[in-house]
């Protein structure tokens, strides 16, 4: 394990741009975890109120509430780790880095742990600071204090951690498809972001749809899965009933997805001629 990860890290340790998105992912974070309050105290100055209610009282940070709140918000900029994925992928078939580990005597299966560590490590590394945020947070804005409530409802930063490792494990497979980092991480994009959320939203909403098999169908889609491990929590706070668990089908069938990732990835390598 301790040697497939410096072997990642010597490849990626002087490369700008792994640099450049690990700076950004991590502002990210820390400004769409972080910037609730302002953005309530923005919504305050500007003489907003929910039925007389002052908005800055809501209570978004409050635990063990902050820890669904802050890894939903979080799966939104999971596509810039996604795209450091793609970039050293690609960096290996491009530079022949592949091709000369094989030579060197690491096995392709070697090959593949190495990614997978890198991946978990950054998973690891995200679900990390997104703890120290949520602790922050909660310390300064929320209600309620205790140990119940501060390590309640954990289980959310567990699926967050899972959820980016079958995400980038998408991103490992495609890079190794495609082969161009930028058609890859283009596609990527807009299918996370744009097609397929546009395309089960049409097959669940539409009214042509509704009454056939097309909304089940929907939860077997790739990213609606992942997206469905952590439900949209802000309903709550407008007396919505709201999903504030992790479901288990949704669970099953992300599980399913990544096994096929993985298998993907072992099948491609083993019948790709490196040497």
């Given at each position: 394990m301790i040697r497939v990860l410096k072997l990642e890290w010597l490849k990626i340790k002087n490369y700008r741009v792994f640099w450049i998105l690990t700076i950004m992912y991590l502002l990210a974070l820390v400004i769409i975890t972080s910037g609730g309050m302002f953005f309530l105290e923005w919504l305050k100055s500007e003489g907003a109120d929910f039925q007389g209610i002052n908005p800055t009282i809501i209570p978004i940070y409050d635990f063990p509430d902050i820890w669904q709140n802050t890894t939903y918000l979080a799966t939104f900029i999971k596509v810039l780790l996604a795209f450091i994925v793609i970039i050293s992928v690609n960096n290996d078939?491009?530079?022949?880095?592949?091709?000369?580990?094989?030579i060197d005597g690491i096995s392709k299966k070697e090959y593949i742990f190495s990614k997978l560590a890198f991946i978990v490590t950054m998973a690891a590394i995200s679900t990390l600071f997104i703890f120290v945020l949520g602790f922050i947070n909660g310390s300064?804005?929320?209600?309620?204090?205790?140990?119940?409530?501060?390590?309640?409802?954990?289980?959310?930063?567990?699926?967050?951690?899972?959820?980016?490792?079958?995400?980038?494990?998408?991103?490992?497979?495609?890079?190794?498809?495609?082969?161009?980092?930028?058609?890859?991480?283009?596609?990527?994009?807009?299918?996370?972001?744009?097609?397929?959320?546009?395309?089960?939203?049409?097959?669940?909403?539409?009214?042509?749809?509704t009454e056939g098999p097309a909304p089940e169908i929907a939860q077997f889609f790739p990213i609606k899965a992942l997206n469905n491990l952590i439900s949209v929590p802000f309903g709550r706070y407008v007396f919505m009933e709201i999903q504030d668990n992790v479901p288990i089908k949704a669970l099953t069938i992300a599980t399913g997805w990544f096994i096929f990732y993985l298998s993907s990835i072992f099948y491609i390598l083993n019948k790709r001629d490196l040497n």
């Amino acid at each position: 394990m301790i040697r497939v990860l410096k072997l990642e890290w010597l490849k990626i340790k002087n490369y700008r741009v792994f640099w450049i998105l690990t700076i950004m992912y991590l502002l990210a974070l820390v400004i769409i975890t972080s910037g609730g309050m302002f953005f309530l105290e923005w919504l305050k100055s500007e003489g907003a109120d929910f039925q007389g209610i002052n908005p800055t009282i809501i209570p978004i940070y409050d635990f063990p509430d902050i820890w669904q709140n802050t890894t939903y918000l979080a799966t939104f900029i999971k596509v810039l780790l996604a795209f450091i994925v793609i970039i050293s992928v690609n960096n290996d078939v491009t530079y022949n880095t592949l091709r000369q580990n094989i030579i060197d005597g690491i096995s392709k299966k070697e090959y593949i742990f190495s990614k997978l560590a890198f991946i978990v490590t950054m998973a690891a590394i995200s679900t990390l600071f997104i703890f120290v945020l949520g602790f922050i947070n909660g310390s300064i804005y929320s209600h309620v204090w205790g140990i119940e409530y501060i390590f309640d409802e954990m289980e959310f930063l567990v699926v967050f951690f899972y959820e980016v490792i079958i995400y980038c494990t998408l991103a490992f497979l495609l890079s190794l498809i495609i082969k161009k980092a930028g058609f890859v991480i283009v596609a990527l994009f807009l299918y996370t972001l744009m097609f397929e959320p546009i395309i089960t939203t049409i097959m669940i909403n539409a009214p042509f749809f509704t009454e056939g098999p097309a909304p089940e169908i929907a939860q077997f889609f790739p990213i609606k899965a992942l997206n469905n491990l952590i439900s949209v929590p802000f309903g709550r706070y407008v007396f919505m009933e709201i999903q504030d668990n992790v479901p288990i089908k949704a669970l099953t069938i992300a599980t399913g997805w990544f096994i096929f990732y993985l298998s993907s990835i072992f099948y491609i390598l083993n019948k790709r001629d490196l040497n």
